[in-house]
């Protein structure tokens, strides 16, 4: 049997025996009465943030800063903070053994206008990130990051960059219009495997649509408008930039090499008579493509390809609740998949599909804690793989399997075990085990 057999087979085992244990934890823990909860009650509000308290049990490292941060949040303007540190490498297989640490931080400010400046349904959004460190990424052989957030925004470099300028204007409470400079990374969302890479799944390929990718821009100019249903988006159209601007303001070359168009229907579902959602949607970019091009989150050569004036990818994801705490319906865990189709002389991904489970902590003493396995299989296009394997060698499929645990500390900072199993696309690249470990602290 050979060594990519072998950790198939270990992973599936431990899925199952994993899937077996938690559903009867979880059945076990359904089955007793409720003494905790009255089950007709009416969910309550969800509560303000804790930003006092001692420092165990305040949700954020830094306080409420002596009131300054409950004064502002009372004045429509909050302010969250993260840092994500990454420790992990490839314990066996890919282009080396190596273990190194990354890191990523996140920046964002969400202002309220009505209770700002008195401005009813203005919303502003504004996010900056950066990275740091060394990843996995040279180690790991495939063209798909197994940590994604620590590429982004930009790979091999510290830079900080401003990725969300969004202004937001809501009609209706079933209608809004947006416009500015957008972070698309939270566009295929997902209850089970979203998250941008740091509170769920780590792998590119399990937090968003590889497909999509050379189609969406990941940070770039647009506008468009939501339609709501009980304030939760079901459909979104928008008119980007073809282009990424990460770096810039995007205003010098607006629509100056292309324009990008995106819609996507996300429909709430109550199967079995458990929440769940079905997604689908579509993009197509008109910028003139002459080569593979660098973006932060795909691994790929900056090599020339045949010209083609446009590109299209189609997309659908699913999640769906299998069990649901009767005391608290935010703790469930249940089932997602993602199927992708992208054009073929521009995507390396000409199609796509994942499949897995995972969800809260099914005992109650973790109640705060995530778990999440996951399956993926990218099928390279015949056009792009010939293109590709004159760098990297012969080029097929690339598959992979991802389990973690997201462990709470304390509300702030939780600790991540993350394992993969990598079977690159590039042929002359062993099967790889990834070994890491994530630690998130929310400031």
Avoid at 321 to 330: E, F, M
Avoid at 385 to 390: A, D, E, F, R
Avoid at 426 to 434: A, I, K
Wanted: aromatic share 12%; glycine share 12%; net charge negative.
């Amino acid at each position: 049997m050979t060594r990519a057999n072998c950790y198939r087979l270990v992973l599936w085992a431990i899925s199952l025996a994993l899937v077996a244990t938690l559903g009867q934890a979880w059945a076990d823990e359904a089955g007793a009465p409720c003494t905790t909860c009255e089950p007709a009650a009416a969910p309550p509000a969800p509560p303000l943030p804790n930003f006092g308290g001692c420092c165990w049990t305040r949700e954020k490292l830094t306080g409420d800063w002596d009131g300054w941060r409950t004064d502002l949040a009372c004045n429509g303007i909050t302010l969250d903070a993260d840092e994500t540190l990454f420790f992990g490498g490839i314990a066996s297989g890919g282009l080396g053994q190596q273990f190194n640490t990354a890191g990523h931080g996140d920046y964002v400010v969400n202002v309220d206008g009505q209770k700002a400046f008195g401005c009813q349904g203005f919303f502003i959004k504004l996010r900056a990130e950066h990275r740091y460190g060394d990843n996995a990424d040279a180690d790991a052989g495939t063209l798909l990051s197994p940590e994604l957030i620590t590429d982004l925004p930009f790979r091999d470099s510290d830079q900080v960059a401003l990725t969300d300028v969004l202004f937001t204007q809501a009609l209706s409470e079933n209608f809004a219009l947006f416009a500015g400079k957008l972070d698309t990374l939270d566009g295929d969302p997902n209850a089970y495997a979203s998250g941008r890479g740091k509170t769920q799944f780590s792998n590119t390929a399990m937090v968003i649509n590889p497909t999509l990718l050379r189609v969406v821009p990941y940070s770039t100019l647009g506008t468009g408008f939501i339609i709501l249903e009980d304030m939760q988006p079901i459909f979104m159209f928008s008119l980007l930039n073809g282009v990424d601007t990460t770096g810039t303001s995007g205003f010098e070359d607006l629509f100056g090499d292309g324009a990008a168009l995106t819609a996507q229907l996300r429909l709430p579902t109550t199967f079995f008579g458990l929440p769940g959602h079905q997604l689908i949607g579509g993009a197509w970019n008109s910028h003139d493509y002459v080569s593979l091009g660098q973006d932060p989150r795909i691994l790929l050569p900056d090599v020339p390809i045949a010209r083609t004036s446009d590109t299209w990818g189609l997309y659908y994801n699913f999640d769906q609740a299998l069990i649901v705490d009767p005391c608290n319906a935010q703790r469930n865990w249940g089932v997602f998949g993602r199927v992708g189709v992208a054009d073929d002389r521009v995507s390396p991904a000409e199609s796509f599909f994942s499949f897995g489970f995972g969800g809260a902590s099914p005992f109650g003493a973790r109640p705060a804690d995530t778990f999440g396995v996951g399956w993926y299989d990218a099928i390279t296009s015949d056009k792009i793989g010939p293109i590709i394997s004159t760098i990297y060698g012969p080029i097929g499929d690339g598959q992979a399997v991802e389990l973690f645990y997201n462990y709470e500390v304390t509300p702030y900072c939780h600790v991540t075990p993350d394992l993969q199993v990598l079977v690159p696309a590039r042929e002359n690249v062993n099967t790889s085990l990834f070994l890491g470990l994530r630690v998130k602290v929310d400031l």
